[in-house]
């Protein structure tokens, strides 16, 4: 784990095009059909390519009998090292350090492999403390593998806590990440993006192939499994159905692009009103301040300035002034949001751009 510091990168929506015909909004989405079609028919040949390589019963997988030290009977679970090198394998990794490095910039830590620097806990430690907003009683480092083992413990149980694994049986352990297994590292990372709505995208459908070696009458024998680390989700991990707005973000950044120039266009010319303006749909609403007030100027009401935090402190005040802009757009007869407050404040531009897209319609005629 390297101390170094790391900035975030800025995202940089895809400039319009000089002399780009700005259509009505809905025109935008005229050739997506043939652009979604061919995703489809990639993710069908996908499938059957997954179909003929993975039979329905598990198969033998030859593996030196040397790089197992078994006793009779005994199980052990490594990933295929083919696994390790596919494409959405690796891209699912680089996005999950990534995500990590945003997260602990300001701590001047930076995550370089998954296996090496999550095992000991220490790193998962701050991570869990960044995304909770609360203080964990562990050493900051442990040098001995007993206290790395105890301080991962730790640091598992409270995660766990967090995640709802009260009962249920997680897919990782202390032993499964102290070990750098990195099928339970992934597991255990790719739950923590879901849960806390982490504003990334990960690769649908990520499968890693899993041999199971174990040693009887001391013979070694292995077989793989197909296992899945990621299913079909949205940005924030939960399985939806799939609307305009995935195919723009998925198929066409440049319509993308466009579309947000008009729902800018249309709340600044509200918003001058009162002498604001916006130009960036993730940051500048996250605080959830102009959603407050762009409520009360499309609604031709005032809203009191005790009912929300004109300049919140922390995400809690934010994600209540979200919630707050919420309840106004159900008392003007919109329906609820599908999405939380906390997807707005973690700048998920999916989230944003369909809350704003329901006051456009609404809206859009009101001087």
Known sequence: MSTLNRPKSPHTPTAIKKGEKEDSFWDKFSTLGRKRGTREVKKVQEEGKYAIDSPGSPSQYDIPPEDYALREHEQRAVIDPQSISDPEVIKLQRILVD??????????????????DMYDGQVLHKLWEKLTGKKLDVPEVTQSEQGQHEKLNIVLKAVNHTLGFHQKIPKWSVASVHSKNIVAILHLLVALVRHFRAPVRLPENVFVTVVIAEKNAGVLNAQKFQEQITSEYDDLGMR??????????????????VVKKSLITFVNKHLAK????????????????????????????FVPLHEFHLTPQDVDQMVSNVAFAFDLMQDVGLPKPKARPEDIVNMDLKSTLRVLYSLFTMFRDYA
């Open 240 to 257: 939806c159905e799939k609307d305009a707005f995935d195919t723009l973000i998925d198929c066409a950044p440049d319509k993308l692009a």
């Open 99 to 116: 995500w990590i490095n945003d997260e602990l910039a300001e701590q001047r830590i930076i995550v370089q492999h998954l296996e090496e």
């Open 274 to 301: 009162l002498n604001f303006e916006i130009s960036d749909l993730n940051t500048d609403f996250r605080d959830g301040v102009y959603l407050c007030l762009l409520m009360g100027l499309l609604g031709g009401f």
